[in-house]
């Protein structure tokens, strides 16, 4: 948490106190948030707008009560143990070590990386990869954001999420919505008199036909295939996650060269990506918000 010295400012805190631990916190978040392993006093001054003396006072008070310490050369201020162990503790309330380790076993016994994401409109957002070991592989990003349309969970997001299409649709020229959930009859699927229309039709709609039989598709085996169209070589397999929010959220995925994930093997690899998903069922909901 950085803030400027005008954000800052314009808060207006109801005494000394309340002030003091604003402050505070402003100090402990632009540690936290330095890239460079912390900050020292006069990069702290100029990330929260305070003056340095003030900085230095309050600097003094959470190094004596463990909210952050000095480095070893004593120049940067970092995380302390105190603000360590609770961090730990709200790490250990979102679920995330179940996570890691599902993708962990998900990636050893498939050979592939293994990841998580979560919907954000019409992208995922990758939360936690775990590569795979293999010397040519696919680098798992968390952090980054990509079209529902680009990647296997975002298909597999789109095949099984049971909101109206007018809720969660995705921006103008994404596929469809359609297939609420495994076994139950899709919404949003053209009919059989359709289908003719759609084939006959501009290329624009044998496009949206083909994405509607993708989806089917995936409703069909239980799990989502897409392999990469620019040209990467990449295939990804993912299954949708039941987090215990009313809409479908995270998608779990394995991605790798396509000359390993052979045909021949999608219903093997499939299977494990869904058990993998299945085994996160009810994740705490501030995973599942993304809240990590």
């Known amino acids: 948490m950085t803030e400027s010295s005008t954000g800052f400012a314009s808060r207006t805190p109801r005494s000394s106190g309340v002030q003091s631990v604003a402050r505070a916190a402003a100090l402990l978040g632009a540690v936290v948030d330095s890239p460079s392993g ?13 003056n340095v003396s003030t900085v230095h006072r309050l600097l003094g008070t ?4 463990g909210l952050l310490c000095r480095s070893r050369e004593g120049d940067r201020f970092q995380p302390g143990p105190v603000l360590l162990r609770l961090g730990r503790r709200s790490l250990a309330s979102t679920g995330l070590p179940e996570v890691t380790a599902v993708l962990k076993e998900l990636a050893d016994a498939t050979g592939e990386t293994a990841s998580i994401g979560m919907r954000r409109g019409d992208r995922v957002l990758v939360l936690v990869s775990v590569q795979s070991e293999q010397p040519l592989r696919y680098l798992g990003e968390p952090g980054v954001s990509v079209p529902l349309t680009q990647t296997a969970m975002g298909v597999a997001l789109l095949a099984f999420d049971s909101a109206p299409p007018r809720e969660r649709a995705p921006s103008p020229g994404a596929p469809p919505q359609g297939i ?4 139950a009859p899709s919404q949003g699927v053209p009919s059989q008199g359709r ?7 501009p290329a624009d709609g044998a496009e949206e036909w083909s994405w509607r039989v993708r989806l089917l598709a995936a409703q069909f085996r239980g799990f989502a295939v897409l392999d990469g169209a620019d040209g990467s070589g990449l295939r990804g397999l993912a299954a949708p996650v039941d987090s215990g929010s009313p809409y479908i959220q995270l998608a779990v995925d394995i991605q790798g060269p396509l000359g390993r994930m052979t045909d021949d093997r999608l219903d093997a690899l499939g299977t494990r990506v869904v058990a993998a998903a299945d085994s996160l069922r009810g994740l705490p909901v501030a995973l599942a918000l993304g809240q990590l």
């Open 38 to 50: 912390g900050a020292t006093l006069t990069e702290l001054s100029k990330l929260t707008g305070l």
């Open 62 to 65: 959470l190094c004596a009560e």
């Open 180 to 183: 609420p959930s495994r076994g």
């Open 195 to 201: 289908a003719g229309d759609a084939a006959a039709g």
